[in-house]
């Protein structure tokens, strides 16, 4: 019984933590919460966050984490992965908006949408 209760609560803080589009990241001022997203740097292709299409981010602080995985020796093609850590400033409601794209093209292959709402 002990070990069912720890895996579901280890399921219930990856669930919580874990960002899909659509979802909503609910935060109280001050909280935070860490996003991540996969990208495949070793051929060009990153994700950013676009500040034009984004609302409301004064709400929010919003530090680059780097990136993870790959390994020390990346092989093109081998994915690695984009952090972020999101901190609520002051209740509201925001949407960050990730595109996809290498630095000199002109439009993202594609785009991610998330909100988050930021309630006492």
Do not use: C
């Amino acid at each position: 019984m002990k070990r069912l209760l720890s895996r579901l609560l280890l399921l219930s803080v990856f669930v919580a933590f874990s960002a899909h589009a659509g979802d909503v990241i609910r935060l109280a001022p001050g909280g935070s919460a860490n996003f991540s997203l996969q990208e495949n740097m070793t051929t060009g292709y990153s994700w950013r966050i676009d500040h034009a299409a984004s609302r409301d981010l004064d709400i929010l602080s919003i530090s680059d984490g780097g990136r993870g995985g790959g390994g020390r020796r990346r092989m093109v093609g081998s994915p690695s992965v984009r952090h972020w850590k999101i901190r609520a400033l002051k209740p509201g409601h925001a949407e960050i908006v990730f595109a996809y794209q290498r630095p000199w093209e002109p439009a993202p292959v594609k785009t991610r949408s998330v909100e988050v709402e930021v309630a006492p």
